[in-house]
């Protein structure tokens, strides 16, 4: 199938419209992962989520084949801040602006407010990926030369994306998250049959004290309501304003998330004597459970560990899901099961001066992370050991 080598560039998503995007979003390849997909982004769109006001302007970039049918597609953003990304660069910002450069604007790649790792250059499942590649990211550091911005990024590509990304000249950079991995598990108990005395004791001692005078719902698909949303998001704003101060995400995009995407979203409540009073949002692939936001209006001992971990993880094997990603950053994960594993972003720094710099870092901080992770995964995995115990 042969592309034409212009690439179109669109200042929203539905100029591109949601059945050309998806037949590249929804390549079986992607493994259903829902924050590609059309419906996803178009709502963060629509509710003013990611939109040129908050500091998200879409730049998104479509390949057309010579049948003029959509072939490829990059989520593209021009941002002028780094909030929302989880992939902290806020010390590159400095340094170019010491050095009398404007690091603002930048491109970058990426489902927004999202820290879960996923395709990022979408190509239809017939087409040749390596070359609908080539003209996706060539866009975009054409873009990036005709706006003259600082950067290109792409944040939590996925690994065969990363690599190949780095192949093409662009800086490799490496994070981690904690997920947890389905070894086959019949229910929650077999999980807990393969961690350690101490850790099954406390687990099951924090699941008893958390769902003490709760009732606990795990809501999909024609079950959710906008009672459910009204209470969710008065959840989100509280721990939202606490944590961030402006919170990304507005009612209105959960309204359309349950209007359009109902069967991808698990949104796990707790709920005493008749009132919410917390809940945890997951989206759903085809393979993974990803934990995305969560919030309450009551202080239960363990209730969060209770919703956003234990629950996800018995909802996940009940449904034959192979892991859980539960979001950025918390170390105290690991002793509930998920384990450090790797997540990825790819850099293109158009100042030479600065370029150097950032990829000798980014190299230096790939192989200390190889280290931290093996030795968190040793030292403070909650599972028995061959031996048992």
């Known amino acids: 199938m042969k592309l034409k080598p212009a690439v179109r560039v669109c200042r929203r998503i539905s100029e591109i ?16 992962n829902p924050f590609v997909l059309y419906d996803f982004l178009d709502a963060l769109e629509s509710a003013n989520c990611a939109v040129e006001r908050t500091g998200w302007g879409p730049q998104h970039l479509a390949v057309e084949d010579e049948a003029g049918e959509v072939a490829a597609v990059m989520p593209l953003y021009l941002k002028s801040h780094s909030q929302g ?4 660069d806020h010390a590159w910002a400095d340094a170019y602006e010491r050095a009398g450069g404007r690091y603002y604007p930048k491109l970058l790649s990426a489902a927004p407010f999202t820290p879960a790792t996923g395709p990022r250059l979408l190509v239809r499942p017939d087409v040749d990926a390596d070359e609908a590649r080539s003209y996706l990211v060539g866009g975009a550091l054409s873009l990036c030369e005709r706006y003259g911005t600082s950067s290109f990024h792409v ?33 929650f108990e077999g999980f807990l049959g393969a961690l350690s005395s101490g850790r099954r004791k406390t687990i099951r001692r924090e699941r008893r004290e958390a769902q003490a005078g ?14 459910h949303w009204d209470a969710f998001f008065a959840f989100y704003m509280d721990t939202g304003s606490r944590k961030w101060g402006r919170p990304y995400l507005t009612r209105a995009f959960f309204s359309e998330l349950g209007e359009r995407m109902a069967d991808r979203v698990l949104l796990v409540m707790a709920r005493r ?33 209770e919703l956003c971990y234990y ?21 105290h994960k690991i002793a509930r099961g998920y384990l450090p594993t ?21 190299e230096q901080e790939r192989s200390m992370l190889q280290g931290e992770m093996e030795w968190l995964s040793e030292e403070y995995s909650p599972f028995r050991q061959a031996a048992g115990s």
């Open 311 to 331: 629950q996800a993880i018995e909802w996940a094997i009940g449904r034959g899901l192979k892991r859980v990603e539960a979001g950025a950053q918390g170390q």
């Open 342 to 362: 790797p997540v990825y972003s790819a850099h293109y720094i158009a100042d030479p001066a600065l370029r150097g710099p950032v990829e000798r870092f980014v």
């Open 155 to 187: 944040n939590f590509p996925t690994e065969d994306e990363w690599r190949w990304m780095g192949a093409q000249g662009m800086a490799l950079r490496q994070g981690q998250q904690y997920h947890w991995n389905n070894a086959g598990y019949a229910d």
């Open 273 to 305: 004597g008749g009132q919410w009073i917390a809940g945890a949002l997951n989206l759903i692939g085809d393979e993974a459970l990803y934990g995305r936001n969560w919030g309450c209006i009551e202080d239960v001992p363990f209730l969060h560990f």
């Open 17 to 32: 419209g949601k059945t050309g995007w998806d037949a590249c979003a929804a390549n079986p390849a992607y493994l259903g």
């Open 85 to 88: 990304e989880y992939i902290f």
């Open 214 to 227: 709760l009732e606990i719902a795990c809501l999909t698909g024609k079950d959710l309501t906008e009672d």
